[in-house]
Protein backbone atom coordinates (compact mmCIF):
# COMPACT_ATOMS: atom_id res chain seq x y z
CA UNK A 1 0.00 0.00 0.00
CA UNK A 2 1.18 3.60 -0.86
CA UNK A 3 2.21 5.97 2.33
CA UNK A 4 0.61 9.51 1.06
CA UNK A 5 3.10 12.34 0.83
CA UNK A 6 3.15 15.93 1.63
CA UNK A 7 5.23 18.47 0.20
CA UNK A 8 8.72 18.37 1.79
CA UNK A 9 8.59 15.28 3.00
CA UNK A 10 10.56 12.25 2.54
CA UNK A 11 10.83 8.76 3.01
CA UNK A 12 13.62 5.88 2.97
CA UNK A 13 13.23 3.44 -0.56
CA UNK A 14 13.69 0.45 0.17
CA UNK A 15 13.80 -1.24 -3.53
CA UNK A 16 16.03 -0.21 -6.11
CA UNK A 17 14.25 -0.43 -9.13
CA UNK A 18 11.23 1.91 -9.55
CA UNK A 19 8.81 3.31 -11.19
CA UNK A 20 7.31 6.65 -11.81
CA UNK A 21 3.94 7.92 -13.09
CA UNK A 22 1.53 10.82 -12.80
CA UNK A 23 -2.02 11.21 -13.86
CA UNK A 24 -3.91 14.57 -14.75
CA UNK A 25 -6.92 15.25 -16.50
CA UNK A 26 -4.18 17.15 -18.66
CA UNK A 27 -2.30 15.21 -21.54
CA UNK A 28 1.04 14.64 -19.91
CA UNK A 29 4.64 13.12 -20.68
CA UNK A 30 6.85 12.19 -17.81
CA UNK A 31 10.40 12.59 -18.11
CA UNK A 32 13.87 12.88 -15.62
CA UNK A 33 17.08 14.58 -14.74
CA UNK A 34 20.02 13.05 -13.03
CA UNK A 35 21.70 15.94 -11.12
CA UNK A 36 24.42 16.65 -9.04
CA UNK A 37 24.20 18.15 -5.14
CA UNK A 38 23.33 21.55 -6.18
CA UNK A 39 20.51 20.09 -8.76
CA UNK A 40 22.15 21.07 -11.72
CA UNK A 41 21.96 18.62 -14.70
CA UNK A 42 25.17 16.57 -14.41
CA UNK A 43 24.95 16.85 -18.04
CA UNK A 44 22.49 16.85 -21.41
CA UNK A 45 23.21 13.36 -21.91
CA UNK A 46 21.58 12.77 -18.24
CA UNK A 47 18.43 14.34 -19.42
CA UNK A 48 15.31 12.02 -20.32
CA UNK A 49 12.48 12.51 -22.26
CA UNK A 50 10.77 11.47 -25.57
CA UNK A 51 13.77 12.48 -28.15
CA UNK A 52 16.10 11.08 -25.42
CA UNK A 53 14.59 8.02 -24.16
CA UNK A 54 17.75 6.56 -21.61
CA UNK A 55 20.54 7.89 -19.35
CA UNK A 56 22.23 6.26 -16.57
CA UNK A 57 20.30 4.35 -14.50
CA UNK A 58 16.97 6.18 -16.06
CA UNK A 59 14.66 4.84 -18.78
CA UNK A 60 11.16 5.81 -20.32
CA UNK A 61 8.57 3.30 -21.14
CA UNK A 62 5.43 3.90 -22.65
CA UNK A 63 3.01 5.74 -19.89
CA UNK A 64 6.10 5.72 -16.51
CA UNK A 65 10.13 5.97 -15.81
CA UNK A 66 11.93 2.69 -15.23
CA UNK A 67 14.53 3.59 -12.72
CA UNK A 68 17.07 1.40 -11.48
CA UNK A 69 19.22 3.30 -8.85
CA UNK A 70 22.09 0.57 -8.32
CA UNK A 71 22.77 1.89 -12.11
CA UNK A 72 22.71 5.65 -11.46
CA UNK A 73 26.01 6.97 -11.73
CA UNK A 74 28.44 6.74 -8.80
CA UNK A 75 29.19 10.70 -8.92
CA UNK A 76 25.39 12.22 -9.16
CA UNK A 77 23.34 12.94 -6.27
CA UNK A 78 20.00 11.61 -7.43
CA UNK A 79 16.88 11.86 -10.00
CA UNK A 80 14.55 14.06 -10.52
CA UNK A 81 11.11 12.70 -11.66
CA UNK A 82 9.29 15.61 -14.14
CA UNK A 83 6.00 15.83 -15.32
CA UNK A 84 4.85 18.35 -18.47
CA UNK A 85 1.76 18.70 -20.29
CA UNK A 86 2.25 16.93 -23.77
CA UNK A 87 3.04 19.35 -26.39
CA UNK A 88 1.28 17.38 -28.90
CA UNK A 89 -2.18 17.27 -27.18
CA UNK A 90 -4.82 19.26 -29.11
CA UNK A 91 -5.31 21.73 -26.08
CA UNK A 92 -2.28 22.76 -24.47
CA UNK A 93 -3.80 23.88 -21.00
CA UNK A 94 -2.06 24.11 -17.41
CA UNK A 95 -2.50 21.04 -15.00
CA UNK A 96 -5.77 21.21 -13.10
CA UNK A 97 -5.52 17.98 -10.85
CA UNK A 98 -2.33 15.81 -11.07
CA UNK A 99 -1.05 13.14 -8.61
CA UNK A 100 2.09 11.41 -8.87
CA UNK A 101 3.33 7.54 -7.83
CA UNK A 102 6.24 5.49 -6.96
CA UNK A 103 6.18 1.66 -6.98
CA UNK A 104 8.40 -0.96 -7.09
CA UNK A 105 9.02 -2.92 -10.24
CA UNK A 106 6.27 -5.04 -9.87
CA UNK A 107 3.80 -2.08 -9.39
CA UNK A 108 3.90 -2.48 -5.48
CA UNK A 109 3.06 0.60 -3.95
CA UNK A 110 5.42 3.27 -2.49
CA UNK A 111 4.51 6.60 -2.02
CA UNK A 112 1.41 8.44 -3.74
CA UNK A 113 1.88 11.93 -4.36
CA UNK A 114 -1.24 14.15 -4.56
CA UNK A 115 0.20 17.75 -5.89
CA UNK A 116 -1.20 21.10 -4.76
CA UNK A 117 -1.11 23.36 -7.88
CA UNK A 118 -1.44 26.71 -7.38
CA UNK A 119 -2.97 27.49 -11.65
CA UNK A 120 -0.91 27.35 -14.55
CA UNK A 121 1.61 25.16 -13.89
CA UNK A 122 2.49 22.96 -16.80
CA UNK A 123 5.43 21.47 -15.70
CA UNK A 124 6.04 19.90 -12.59
CA UNK A 125 9.02 18.57 -10.39
CA UNK A 126 7.10 15.78 -8.49
CA UNK A 127 9.80 13.57 -6.53
CA UNK A 128 13.22 13.79 -6.22
CA UNK A 129 14.89 10.35 -5.43
CA UNK A 130 18.76 11.37 -3.88
CA UNK A 131 21.83 9.45 -2.23
CA UNK A 132 21.69 10.30 1.43
CA UNK A 133 24.52 8.47 3.95
CA UNK A 134 24.76 5.07 1.71
CA UNK A 135 20.80 5.03 1.39
CA UNK A 136 17.82 6.16 -1.17
CA UNK A 137 15.14 8.24 0.14
CA UNK A 138 12.59 9.79 -2.06
CA UNK A 139 11.25 13.28 -1.28
CA UNK A 140 7.88 14.64 -2.51
CA UNK A 141 8.92 18.36 -3.94
CA UNK A 142 5.58 19.76 -6.23
CA UNK A 143 7.68 22.52 -7.73
CA UNK A 144 5.72 24.24 -10.58
CA UNK A 145 6.97 26.23 -13.43
CA UNK A 146 4.04 28.14 -15.98
CA UNK A 147 6.91 27.77 -18.54
CA UNK A 148 6.65 24.21 -19.43
CA UNK A 149 9.51 21.67 -19.52
CA UNK A 150 11.60 24.09 -21.20
CA UNK A 151 11.81 26.63 -18.30
CA UNK A 152 11.88 23.41 -15.56
CA UNK A 153 15.26 22.08 -17.28
CA UNK A 154 16.62 25.35 -18.53
CA UNK A 155 16.88 26.20 -14.83
CA UNK A 156 18.30 23.11 -13.59
CA UNK A 157 21.31 22.97 -15.62
CA UNK A 158 20.29 22.31 -19.64
CA UNK A 159 19.93 25.26 -22.26
CA UNK A 160 17.40 24.74 -24.51
CA UNK A 161 16.88 26.68 -27.95
CA UNK A 162 13.18 27.21 -27.14
CA UNK A 163 11.90 27.69 -23.75
CA UNK A 164 8.24 27.87 -24.64
CA UNK A 165 5.62 25.57 -22.94
CA UNK A 166 4.47 24.06 -26.43
CA UNK A 167 8.00 23.26 -28.04
CA UNK A 168 9.88 19.96 -27.55
CA UNK A 169 12.94 21.42 -25.60
CA UNK A 170 15.99 20.74 -28.09
CA UNK A 171 19.18 20.46 -25.85
CA UNK A 172 22.44 22.70 -26.41
CA UNK A 173 24.67 23.10 -23.25
CA UNK A 174 24.32 22.76 -19.46
CA UNK A 175 24.36 26.27 -18.00
CA UNK A 176 24.29 27.49 -14.09
CA UNK A 177 21.50 26.16 -11.97
CA UNK A 178 18.80 28.99 -11.10
CA UNK A 179 15.82 28.56 -9.16
CA UNK A 180 12.22 29.41 -10.11
CA UNK A 181 10.75 32.57 -8.46
CA UNK A 182 7.68 30.36 -7.22
CA UNK A 183 5.61 31.41 -4.39
CA UNK A 184 5.32 27.94 -2.73
CA UNK A 185 1.99 27.41 -0.09
CA UNK A 186 3.49 27.27 3.59
CA UNK A 187 2.23 23.70 5.09
CA UNK A 188 0.82 23.39 8.49
CA UNK A 189 3.50 22.48 11.14
CA UNK A 190 3.57 19.09 12.30
CA UNK A 191 4.46 18.88 16.07
CA UNK A 192 5.72 15.07 15.75
CA UNK A 193 8.19 16.07 13.33
CA UNK A 194 9.44 19.52 14.28
CA UNK A 195 12.73 18.87 13.96
CA UNK A 196 12.03 17.39 10.52
CA UNK A 197 10.93 20.52 9.49
CA UNK A 198 13.50 22.48 10.66
CA UNK A 199 15.92 20.67 8.78
CA UNK A 200 13.76 21.18 5.67
CA UNK A 201 14.20 24.57 5.75
CA UNK A 202 17.46 24.71 6.16
CA UNK A 203 18.11 22.14 3.19
CA UNK A 204 15.64 24.42 1.13
CA UNK A 205 18.00 27.49 2.41
CA UNK A 206 21.05 25.75 1.49
CA UNK A 207 19.65 24.48 -2.37
CA UNK A 208 18.65 27.87 -2.81
CA UNK A 209 21.68 29.44 -2.11
CA UNK A 210 23.76 26.97 -3.91
CA UNK A 211 21.54 27.84 -6.74
CA UNK A 212 22.55 31.56 -6.68
CA UNK A 213 26.01 31.27 -6.11
CA UNK A 214 26.42 28.75 -8.88
CA UNK A 215 24.73 31.36 -11.31
CA UNK A 216 26.83 33.85 -9.65
CA UNK A 217 30.36 31.65 -10.24
CA UNK A 218 28.87 31.02 -13.93
CA UNK A 219 27.95 34.70 -15.28
CA UNK A 220 32.12 35.74 -13.66
CA UNK A 221 33.73 32.96 -15.79
CA UNK A 222 31.62 33.73 -19.16
CA UNK A 223 32.43 37.39 -18.44
CA UNK A 224 36.20 36.73 -17.95
CA UNK A 225 36.46 34.16 -21.36
CA UNK A 226 34.06 36.76 -22.77
CA UNK A 227 36.47 39.10 -21.90
CA UNK A 228 39.44 37.51 -22.62
CA UNK A 229 38.25 36.74 -26.19
CA UNK A 230 37.00 40.17 -27.32
CA UNK A 231 40.69 41.71 -26.66
CA UNK A 232 42.35 38.33 -27.97
CA UNK A 233 42.70 39.93 -31.32
CA UNK A 234 44.89 43.06 -31.06
CA UNK A 235 42.91 45.15 -34.04
CA UNK A 236 39.87 44.80 -31.34
CA UNK A 237 41.13 46.04 -28.62
CA UNK A 238 40.64 49.63 -28.70
CA UNK A 239 37.66 49.66 -31.58
CA UNK A 240 34.15 50.47 -31.45
CA UNK A 241 33.11 46.89 -31.82
CA UNK A 242 35.65 45.64 -28.95
CA UNK A 243 34.31 47.96 -26.93
CA UNK A 244 30.39 46.64 -28.24
CA UNK A 245 31.69 43.61 -27.47
CA UNK A 246 32.53 44.32 -23.71
CA UNK A 247 29.37 46.15 -23.46
CA UNK A 248 27.48 42.84 -24.47
CA UNK A 249 29.60 40.93 -22.22
CA UNK A 250 28.95 42.50 -19.22
CA UNK A 251 25.44 42.94 -19.62
CA UNK A 252 25.00 39.28 -19.77
CA UNK A 253 26.77 38.98 -16.42
CA UNK A 254 24.46 41.50 -15.06
CA UNK A 255 21.53 40.18 -16.44
CA UNK A 256 22.24 36.46 -15.20
CA UNK A 257 23.21 37.86 -11.68
CA UNK A 258 20.15 40.07 -11.36
CA UNK A 259 18.02 37.51 -12.19
CA UNK A 260 19.86 34.84 -9.60
CA UNK A 261 19.71 37.35 -7.16
CA UNK A 262 15.78 38.33 -7.96
CA UNK A 263 14.89 34.50 -7.42
CA UNK A 264 17.18 33.86 -4.56
CA UNK A 265 15.69 37.04 -2.72
CA UNK A 266 12.30 35.55 -3.50
CA UNK A 267 13.05 32.48 -1.96
CA UNK A 268 14.50 33.47 1.31
CA UNK A 269 11.43 36.01 2.01
CA UNK A 270 9.28 32.62 1.63
CA UNK A 271 11.52 31.58 3.87
CA UNK A 272 11.47 33.86 6.42
CA UNK A 273 7.71 34.04 6.12
CA UNK A 274 7.44 30.33 6.82
CA UNK A 275 9.69 30.35 9.96
CA UNK A 276 7.53 32.97 11.20
CA UNK A 277 4.10 31.56 10.73
CA UNK A 278 5.74 27.73 12.35
CA UNK A 279 7.31 30.05 15.04
CA UNK A 280 4.56 30.01 17.44
CA UNK A 281 3.51 26.38 16.90
CA UNK A 282 7.05 24.80 17.52
CA UNK A 283 7.89 23.49 21.17
CA UNK A 284 9.80 25.73 22.89
CA UNK A 285 13.30 24.08 22.85
CA UNK A 286 12.77 24.74 19.06
CA UNK A 287 10.97 28.22 19.04
CA UNK A 288 12.83 31.78 19.22
CA UNK A 289 12.99 33.53 22.00
CA UNK A 290 10.06 36.03 21.04
CA UNK A 291 7.96 32.83 20.32
CA UNK A 292 4.20 32.83 23.00
CA UNK A 293 6.04 29.61 23.69
CA UNK A 294 7.84 31.38 25.96
CA UNK A 295 6.30 34.31 26.95
CA UNK A 296 2.85 32.99 27.62
CA UNK A 297 1.82 30.48 30.50
CA UNK A 298 1.15 26.83 28.98
CA UNK A 299 -0.01 23.82 29.80
CA UNK A 300 2.28 22.41 26.78
CA UNK A 301 4.24 19.25 27.51
CA UNK A 302 5.10 17.66 24.98
CA UNK A 303 8.59 16.26 24.10
CA UNK A 304 10.43 17.60 21.27
CA UNK A 305 12.43 15.94 19.10
CA UNK A 306 15.23 18.38 18.41
CA UNK A 307 16.47 22.29 20.58
CA UNK A 308 18.04 24.66 18.50
CA UNK A 309 21.72 25.88 19.37
CA UNK A 310 21.90 29.12 17.21
CA UNK A 311 21.47 30.66 13.13
CA UNK A 312 23.07 30.07 10.10
CA UNK A 313 23.68 32.75 7.78
CA UNK A 314 25.88 34.42 5.15
CA UNK A 315 26.64 38.11 4.99
CA UNK A 316 26.91 38.38 1.28
CA UNK A 317 23.58 36.45 0.47
CA UNK A 318 20.74 38.62 2.36
CA UNK A 319 19.51 38.63 5.66
CA UNK A 320 17.86 35.33 5.75
CA UNK A 321 18.74 33.47 9.35
CA UNK A 322 18.44 29.86 9.26
CA UNK A 323 17.60 28.14 13.11
CA UNK A 324 20.38 25.38 13.17
CA UNK A 325 18.65 22.57 15.38
CA UNK A 326 20.20 19.30 16.64
CA UNK A 327 18.61 15.90 17.27
CA UNK A 328 17.41 14.68 20.59
CA UNK A 329 18.81 13.00 22.45
CA UNK A 330 21.94 14.74 22.19
CA UNK A 331 24.30 12.37 20.36
CA UNK A 332 27.70 14.37 21.05
CA UNK A 333 28.09 16.74 24.04
CA UNK A 334 27.62 20.64 23.77
CA UNK A 335 30.85 22.30 24.42
CA UNK A 336 30.55 25.57 24.62
CA UNK A 337 34.08 26.90 24.21
CA UNK A 338 35.40 29.77 26.61
CA UNK A 339 37.71 30.26 29.21
CA UNK A 340 35.66 32.40 30.90
CA UNK A 341 32.19 30.79 32.02
CA UNK A 342 30.81 33.98 33.07
CA UNK A 343 30.97 35.18 29.51
CA UNK A 344 29.80 32.03 28.22
CA UNK A 345 26.60 32.45 30.39
CA UNK A 346 23.72 33.50 28.28
CA UNK A 347 24.49 30.72 25.96
CA UNK A 348 24.28 28.48 29.06
CA UNK A 349 21.19 29.55 29.73
CA UNK A 350 19.79 29.03 26.15
CA UNK A 351 20.82 25.42 25.95
CA UNK A 352 19.62 24.43 29.73
CA UNK A 353 16.49 25.85 29.10
CA UNK A 354 15.89 24.60 25.74
CA UNK A 355 17.22 20.86 26.95
CA UNK A 356 14.65 21.42 30.28
CA UNK A 357 11.96 22.01 28.54
CA UNK A 358 12.25 18.97 26.00
CA UNK A 359 11.18 16.62 28.20
CA UNK A 360 8.28 15.99 30.50
CA UNK A 361 8.41 15.21 33.09
CA UNK A 362 11.09 17.84 33.64
CA UNK A 363 14.80 16.56 34.04
CA UNK A 364 16.89 17.04 36.98
CA UNK A 365 19.77 19.83 36.50
CA UNK A 366 23.29 18.61 38.15
CA UNK A 367 25.75 22.01 37.69
CA UNK A 368 29.36 21.50 38.55
CA UNK A 369 30.47 25.42 39.10
CA UNK A 370 33.36 25.97 40.77
CA UNK A 371 33.57 29.98 40.24
CA UNK A 372 30.10 30.58 40.59
CA UNK A 373 30.08 32.17 37.04
CA UNK A 374 26.97 30.42 36.06
CA UNK A 375 24.43 31.80 39.52
CA UNK A 376 22.05 33.68 37.36
CA UNK A 377 21.64 30.71 35.80
CA UNK A 378 21.25 28.56 38.17
CA UNK A 379 19.69 30.74 40.80
CA UNK A 380 16.27 30.42 39.33
CA UNK A 381 16.59 26.53 38.72
CA UNK A 382 17.49 25.69 42.49
CA UNK A 383 14.26 23.25 42.86
CA UNK A 384 15.54 21.15 39.54
CA UNK A 385 19.03 20.58 41.33
CA UNK A 386 18.39 18.11 43.55
CA UNK A 387 22.09 17.90 45.23
CA UNK A 388 22.84 21.31 44.83
CA UNK A 389 25.29 23.23 42.67
CA UNK A 390 29.24 21.68 42.68
CA UNK A 391 31.45 24.29 44.23
CA UNK A 392 34.57 22.58 44.97
CA UNK A 393 36.84 20.44 42.88
CA UNK A 394 37.21 17.89 45.99
CA UNK A 395 33.31 17.14 45.19
CA UNK A 396 33.22 16.77 41.28
CA UNK A 397 34.05 12.57 41.51
CA UNK A 398 31.05 12.10 44.01
CA UNK A 399 28.80 13.92 41.40
CA UNK A 400 29.83 12.22 38.55
CA UNK A 401 29.73 9.14 40.51
CA UNK A 402 25.85 9.54 41.45
CA UNK A 403 25.18 10.46 37.69
CA UNK A 404 27.03 7.24 36.44
CA UNK A 405 25.14 5.09 39.00
CA UNK A 406 21.86 6.78 37.72
CA UNK A 407 22.34 6.19 34.21
CA UNK A 408 22.92 2.35 35.43
CA UNK A 409 20.16 2.02 36.71
CA UNK A 410 18.33 3.51 33.62
CA UNK A 411 20.04 0.94 31.42
CA UNK A 412 19.29 -2.01 33.90
CA UNK A 413 15.38 -0.82 33.71
CA UNK A 414 15.47 -0.52 30.37
CA UNK A 415 16.77 -3.68 29.53
CA UNK A 416 14.63 -5.42 32.13
CA UNK A 417 11.42 -4.12 30.30
CA UNK A 418 10.32 -2.00 33.02
CA UNK A 419 11.53 1.87 31.17
CA UNK A 420 8.89 3.46 33.33
CA UNK A 421 10.82 2.76 36.82
CA UNK A 422 13.93 3.95 34.88
CA UNK A 423 15.08 7.21 36.88
CA UNK A 424 14.41 10.89 35.76
CA UNK A 425 16.12 12.02 32.38
CA UNK A 426 19.29 14.71 33.49
CA UNK A 427 21.13 17.37 31.60
CA UNK A 428 24.58 17.68 33.36
CA UNK A 429 25.99 21.24 33.25
CA UNK A 430 30.34 20.93 33.87
CA UNK A 431 31.65 24.20 34.11
CA UNK A 432 35.16 25.68 34.40
CA UNK A 433 36.11 22.62 32.73
CA UNK A 434 39.08 20.92 32.69
CA UNK A 435 40.42 22.69 35.92
CA UNK A 436 39.47 20.51 39.33
CA UNK A 437 38.99 17.57 37.21
CA UNK A 438 40.99 14.39 37.76
CA UNK A 439 42.00 12.13 35.71
CA UNK A 440 38.99 9.81 36.66
CA UNK A 441 36.55 12.45 36.45
CA UNK A 442 37.70 12.48 32.56
CA UNK A 443 37.33 8.63 31.84
CA UNK A 444 33.95 9.10 33.45
CA UNK A 445 32.96 11.82 31.35
CA UNK A 446 34.03 10.32 28.50
CA UNK A 447 31.45 7.19 29.94
CA UNK A 448 28.87 9.21 30.32
CA UNK A 449 28.95 10.66 26.83
CA UNK A 450 29.37 7.72 25.17
CA UNK A 451 25.80 5.84 26.92
CA UNK A 452 23.96 8.20 28.44
CA UNK A 453 21.89 9.72 25.40
CA UNK A 454 20.35 6.71 25.29
CA UNK A 455 18.87 7.20 28.80
CA UNK A 456 18.47 10.64 28.89
CA UNK A 457 21.23 12.12 29.70
CA UNK A 458 22.68 15.36 28.03
CA UNK A 459 25.75 17.15 28.96
CA UNK A 460 26.77 20.50 28.29
CA UNK A 461 30.55 21.04 28.96
CA UNK A 462 32.08 24.93 29.27
CA UNK A 463 35.55 25.18 28.80
CA UNK A 464 38.56 26.63 26.61
CA UNK A 465 39.20 24.07 23.70
CA UNK A 466 41.27 21.33 24.59
CA UNK A 467 41.59 19.25 20.76
CA UNK A 468 45.26 20.06 21.21
CA UNK A 469 46.11 18.84 24.59
CA UNK A 470 48.75 16.28 25.71
CA UNK A 471 46.07 14.25 27.25
CA UNK A 472 44.72 12.13 25.21
CA UNK A 473 41.67 11.57 27.12
CA UNK A 474 40.77 14.83 27.13
CA UNK A 475 41.49 15.22 23.27
CA UNK A 476 39.05 12.57 22.60
CA UNK A 477 36.46 13.86 24.52
CA UNK A 478 36.99 17.38 22.83
CA UNK A 479 36.88 15.99 18.95
CA UNK A 480 33.48 13.88 20.30
CA UNK A 481 31.67 17.30 20.94
CA UNK A 482 29.89 19.62 19.43
CA UNK A 483 32.15 22.57 19.79
CA UNK A 484 29.98 26.27 20.05
CA UNK A 485 32.24 29.53 20.17
CA UNK A 486 30.95 32.13 22.40
CA UNK A 487 32.44 35.04 20.56
CA UNK A 488 34.17 35.37 17.24
CA UNK A 489 33.14 33.32 14.24
CA UNK A 490 32.47 29.73 13.52
CA UNK A 491 32.05 28.87 9.36
CA UNK A 492 30.11 25.76 8.87
CA UNK A 493 29.24 24.06 5.78
CA UNK A 494 25.72 22.65 4.95
CA UNK A 495 25.96 18.69 4.08
CA UNK A 496 23.84 19.08 0.64
CA UNK A 497 26.08 21.55 -1.11
CA UNK A 498 28.70 22.24 1.53
CA UNK A 499 28.57 26.12 0.95
CA UNK A 500 29.71 28.10 3.96
CA UNK A 501 27.50 29.72 6.57
CA UNK A 502 28.10 31.84 9.50
CA UNK A 503 27.09 30.47 12.92
CA UNK A 504 26.11 32.84 15.59
CA UNK A 505 25.04 30.73 19.09
CA UNK A 506 21.39 31.02 20.62
CA UNK A 507 21.44 32.86 23.78
CA UNK A 508 18.87 34.27 26.17
CA UNK A 509 19.60 37.20 28.35
CA UNK A 510 20.57 35.15 31.99
CA UNK A 511 18.64 37.60 34.33
CA UNK A 512 16.51 35.96 36.42
CA UNK A 513 13.64 37.51 35.45
CA UNK A 514 13.32 35.67 32.50
CA UNK A 515 14.62 32.63 33.75
CA UNK A 516 12.13 32.56 36.65
CA UNK A 517 9.30 33.06 34.38
CA UNK A 518 10.23 30.30 32.61
CA UNK A 519 11.12 27.94 34.84
CA UNK A 520 7.80 28.70 36.45
CA UNK A 521 6.16 27.15 32.91
CA UNK A 522 8.41 23.53 33.78
CA UNK A 523 6.55 21.26 35.16
CA UNK A 524 7.89 18.47 37.01
Not at 52 to 74: F, H, K, M, N, T
Not at 77 to 84: E, I
Not at 187 to 210: G, N, T, V
Not at 345 to 366: F, G, N
Request: glycine share 6%.
Amino acid sequence: MSSPLVPGQNAPLQHRRLRFRASSATPLDVSALVVDARLQAMSSDEFVFYNQPASSGVRLESDCLAIDLEQVRADAHGVLCLVSVDPAAAQRSAFTALSATLTDERDGGIVEFAIPLRGGETAVICFELYRRQGDWKVRAVGQGYAGGLGQLISTHGVEVDDPTPSAAPAIATAQPLTMPATTPSIQPLDRSRSFDRMWMIFEDAARSAAAFVSARDYATKRLDDELTAAVADPSMRNSQAGNEARAVAQKRHDDVVTTAQRTYQHDSDHLIRELATIDPQLPRPLASWDSPAWLIQSSDTEPSDGIRIGTLSAADRGPLEVPFCVRLPLQRPLWIDSETPLAAAPVVASYVLRLLAAKSPTPILDVVDLTGSLDKVTAPLERLITSGVVRSHLDISARLESIASAVELAEMAVSNGLADLAPPARVVVLSDFAAGYGAEDISKIIHLASVGPAFGLSLVIIGGDESRSTDQQLVALSRHCQHIPVSGQLRMYDPWTENEWEFTPDSVTADENRLAKVLSQLDR
